[in-house]
């Protein structure tokens, strides 16, 4: 091969390289879905038995990103909740939320991104439960967002842990709280032009 050959070839491999860079550097917008596998913990707790539910989560985003830095808000519909078992009866804490969340991502590495997920939620449907409920939650989730490269560039995969800090019963001596672990398949819609 000669030389100018080889020049212009590695010139061609840059420019793609180039273009295939910038394109995850471009503000986009994405649809995710996914699982929640959740649970609530409630005190005091003298004859429930705890039990985890799975359900889906669906999501929309506008991904916003520096070289290291990514910003992504997103609204989503999910159901978190857990099961409680008692002699007698089941309940089924199904929380239908409604939540914005406004990501802050570090990218680790391209293709990596550490992400750090407030949500402020309201739930759509107030669930049969055994006690009284609250219809708001802030909770906090982290997890890590993985890009997926060459042929499946506009899908990722994102997990999350999401821990519940509100009290969602409003009753004084007892309290009922959600724990998260969300898994969703991302597909970014990126300008390819």
Known sequence: MN????????LVIVSVGAQAQTVYMKPHLGLRAGLNV??????PNFIYNLKRQ????LGVFYRIRTKKWAFQPEVQLSVRGGTFKG????VRNNFNFGSFVPVVGYIIT??????LAPEFSYAIGTPKSILPLRKNEFSMGT???FDF?????????NVR???GFTNMSTSKTESLSNRTLQVSVVYNLYKKK
């Open 54 to 57: 799975s359900h889906p989560n």
């Open 87 to 90: 002699e007698n009866e089941i």
């Open 110 to 115: 391209e293709g990596l991104t550490f992400e």
């Open 161 to 163: 842990y999401i821990h």
């Open 3 to 10: 030389l100018n050959l080889r020049l212009l070839l590695l």
């Open 143 to 145: 997890g890590l967002r």
């Open 149 to 157: 490269m060459d042929m499946a560039e506009d899908f990722s995969l």
């Open 38 to 43: 959740s649970s609530s913990t409630y005190s």
